[in-house]
């Protein structure tokens, strides 16, 4: 089956580090993928939508300057936390999407971020 | 604004009873599809059912779903230990190339 996943698991990082997080498709060519957040206890909630080559489309409300997307290749997407905040401690996801036309995401195991 | 609201929010029950959780949407959809995520991790897809289609089974998973309700269920049979995790639901308002939307979750317990 279609497998994504991220690096790394979990990172711990002083305020106002920066911190870089990797989405891989590794099975299959991602068009898009997305990334979400999830607070404990709580449901994911998209951040952004990136399709290979274009520049990312933001939920509103998701600063673009603070969290940037990069999917340069049909295998890998990136997101970066910029001058971290404890606030932005969170689980981050990815998931992707193949671009046969099949509606499944495909999700990646997470990545725990912890800010100090 | 989230378009799925589960319910129950959580659920505890016996290894082998079975299990029910509902999914209620707002606006009309193209698909609906149910996660499972175990603890810190990420979503394994469990099924997706299309709005032209009102039932679909997959091994002890049976998926129901009402579109004048805008409602869906989601019935795992004889349950197991194993089947502890959370449970999403998520609608997708277009074609294969729109987003995702998750509901709050339910949380299910299966006392061994």
């Known amino acids: 089956g279609a497998v994504v996943s991220q690096h790394p698991s979990w990172v711990i990082c002083k305020s106002g580090t920066s911190v870089k997080i990797e989405c891989r498709s590794l099975?299959?060519?991602?068009?898009?993928m997305f990334w979400y957040r999830q607070f404990p206890k709580q449901s994911l909630m998209l951040m952004a939508t990136s399709n290979e080559g274009s520049k990312a489309t933001y939920e509103q409300g998701v600063e673009k300057d603070k969290f940037l997307i990069n999917h340069a290749s049909l295998t890998l997407s990136t997101l970066t936390v910029t001058s971290a905040h404890p606030e932005d401690s969170s689980f981050y996801i990815c998931?992707?999407?193949?671009?046969?036309?099949?509606?499944?995401?495909?999700f990646g195991p997470g990545t725990r971020l912890t800010v100090t | 604004s989230q378009q799925g609201e589960e319910d129950p929010q959580a659920l505890s029950i016996q290894e082998g009873e079975n299990a029910t959780m509902n999914c209620s949407y707002k606006t009309s959809i193209n698909n609906l599809q149910w996660y499972r995520q175990n603890s810190g991790r990420g979503l394994v897809h469990l099924i997706l059912?299309?709005?032209?289609?009102r039932e679909k089974h997959s091994g002890r998973l049976r998926v129901t779903l009402d579109t004048s309700k805008k409602s869906s269920s989601l019935l795992i049979t004889a349950s197991r230990a194993a089947d502890t995790a959370s449970y999403f639901c998520?609608?997708?308002?277009?074609?294969?190339?729109?987003?995702?939307?998750f509901g709050k979750g339910i949380t299910l317990s299966v006392r061994p």
């Open positions: 099975d299959f060519q991602a068009t898009t």
């Open positions: 998931s992707a999407r193949d671009g046969t036309g099949n509606y499944e995401q495909y």
């Open positions: 998520a609608t997708a308002l277009g074609g294969a190339n729109s987003k995702l939307t």
């Open positions: 059912i299309r709005s032209n289609e």
